[in-house]
């Protein structure tokens, strides 16, 4: 089983949609294509938002 930070997990991106929800990818994808900057950290009530709305 994977967690978030335990480091790279490239070998495993197949399963990556598991791991993460549909809104972080987009944000990635987003600044991965330079739509936006990379963006700061998020707040502990910022992620329990996201979470409570997927």
Same mark, same amino acid.
């Given at each position: 089983?994977l967690c978030d930070g335990d480091g790279p997990i490239a070998e495993?991106?197949? =399963?990556?949609?598991?791991?993460?929800?549909? =809104?972080?990818?987009?944000?990635?994808?987003?600044?991965?294509?330079?739509?936006?900057?990379?963006?700061?950290?998020?707040?502990?009530?910022?992620?329990?938002?996201?979470?409570?709305?997927?």
């Open positions: 089983m495993f991106r197949k =399963w990556c949609k598991e791991f993460y929800p549909e =809104w972080y990818h987009k944000q990635a994808q987003d600044e991965y294509d330079g739509v936006k900057e990379v963006s700061k950290p998020l707040t502990l009530a910022e992620r329990r938002r996201r979470l409570a709305a997927a």
